[in-house]
C-alpha cells in the first residue's frame, strides 16, 4: 500500500511557473513507476507526465511536452512536476499516481492515487 499527498498548486498568472510535489511513504515507496494527471470539471482524468523507477525515463503528453519536467528523487520518496509557460488550459486539479510497473513509464493502469492539488492559471 502506498499513500501520496500532493502539494504547491496555487493561482498562477499565464506565462508563470508552478512545482508540483507528490511525497509518498508506505512499504517500498520510492520504487513504484510514478505520474501525473490532471482533471477538469466534465472532462475525463488525463495523462500529464510519467516516469520510471529503474532505469529512470519520463514520457509527455503532447499538450505539456516541451512546458512540463517530471522529476524524481527517490531519497525521498518525492516525484516533482515542474510547470512553466503555463496557459490557461493547464488550469485544473492535477494528480499524482504510482504503479509497480517501474521499468519504463507507463500512460495508464494506475494503482494507488492521491487527492489532488488544484492549478489555476489565469490570462
Known amino acids: 500500500q502506498v499513500q501520496l499527498v500532493e502539494s504547491g498548486g496555487g493561482l498562477v498568472q499565464a506565462g508563470g511557473s508552478l512545482r508540483l510535489s507528490c511525497a509518498a511513504s508506505?512499504?517500498?515507496?520510492?520504487?513504484?513507476?510514478m505520474g501525473w494527471f490532471r482533471q477538469t470539471p466534465g472532462v475525463e482524468r488525463e495523462f500529464v507526465a510519467a516516469?520510471?523507477?529503474?532505469?529512470?525515463?519520463?514520457s509527455y503528453a503532447d499538450s505539456v511536452k516541451g512546458r512540463f519536467t517530471i522529476s524524481r528523487d527517490n531519497a525521498k520518496s518525492t516525484v516533482y512536476l515542474q510547470m512553466n509557460s503555463l496557459k490557461p488550459e493547464d488550469t485544473a486539479v492535477y494528480y499524482c499516481?504510482?504503479?509497480?510497473?517501474?521499468?519504463?513509464?507507463?500512460?495508464?493502469?494506475?494503482?494507488?492515487w492521491g487527492q489532488g492539488t488544484r492549478v489555476t492559471v489565469s490570462s
Open positions: 499516481a504510482a504503479t509497480q510497473v517501474r521499468s519504463f513509464p507507463v500512460r495508464s493502469g494506475y494503482e494507488y
Open positions: 516516469i520510471s523507477w529503474s532505469p529512470i525515463t519520463t
Open positions: 508506505g512499504r517500498s515507496s520510492s520504487s513504484y513507476g
